[in-house]
């Protein structure tokens, strides 16, 4: 999908479009349309990175029992 945003949208002020795709990929990620993973590298930032912004804005993270287990499991297989 292709979202065309005319420049004079946003050139008076100081939100820049790495913002509104920043906004965008919170967004959907909290609509649980995006994954943590796929919403932070659409971003161009890490899982980690991505996590932070959710905490400053007091989203909360998607985790179900099904993500331990496979965390869990990802952790066996590697040796931890």
């Known amino acids: 999908m292709v979202l065309e945003i005319p420049d004079r949208v946003l050139s008076h ?6 913002d509104f795709k920043l906004d ?3 967004m959907l990620y909290q609509k649980q349309v995006m994954s ?16 932070k912004e959710l905490k400053d804005r007091d ?4 985790y179900e029992v099904s993500d ?3 965390e869990l499991a990802t952790l066996e297989k590697i040796g931890l």
């Open 24 to 26: 965008v990929a919170v």
């Open 13 to 18: 002020s100081k939100y820049t479009v790495e």
């Open 68 to 70: 331990l287990h496979e």
């Open 36 to 51: 943590l993973a796929r919403a932070a590298e659409w971003v161009g930032l890490s899982r980690l990175e991505f996590q």
């Open 59 to 62: 989203i909360h993270l998607h």
